[in-house]
């Protein structure tokens, strides 16, 4: 019995079968427009087997949103999966032969990195829950793993 396709693409994925850490093209929109919509699924850990902790997700999220913008005026957002294995990121058309670069480029600005963006309860509504140490822990292996990042199945 075949199962039923679902309307949000990453539940059609079978989480077993893949193998992080990866980056792969989770969606592509054209508008009415013409421009298209690339978003892709960025992910730092095996599902179901390793999470991020909160304070590093949440500052990877900030670090990211500022930093990739140094580097490409074709972010549109940078957004944790609940899930906390990875995140997602909607670009305008960037295509993964430029995003790869652009994605390695700005983890080795957070590695490089002496505060998290914004980190504070003016700017973000959680300031508190905030970790450098943990973001760049993570973004770590992630790097170093770049050679593996376009090969999602195990």
């Not at 075949?2 to 792969?24: C, G, I, W």
């Not at 427009?33 to 999470?51: I, T």
């Not at 902790?53 to 900030?62: K, Q």
């Amino acid at each position: 019995m075949e199962k039923q396709k679902m309307n949000t693409e990453s539940f059609n994925l079978d989480h077993r079968l893949v193998a992080a850490p990866y980056v792969r093209v989770a969606d592509r929109k054209e508008l009415p427009g013409g421009d298209v919509l690339v978003k892709y699924d960025v992910r730092f850990c095996q599902p179901n087997q390793e999470h991020l902790e909160m304070p590093a997700v949440h500052s990877i999220e900030h670090l990211t949103a500022e930093l990739m913008r140094n580097h490409t005026d074709r972010l549109i957002d940078f957004s944790p999966m609940g899930c906390q294995t990875g995140f997602y990121c909607l670009t305008l058309g960037l295509e993964t032969a430029d995003f790869l670069p652009i994605l390695a480029a700005t983890c080795e600005d957070i590695l490089a990195a002496t505060e998290v963006p914004a980190a504070n309860e003016v700017q973000c509504g959680w300031g508190a829950n905030h970790s450098l140490e943990a973001a760049q822990a993570a973004v770590r292996p992630f790097l170093a793993a770049r050679d593996q990042w376009e090969q999602v199945m195990a």
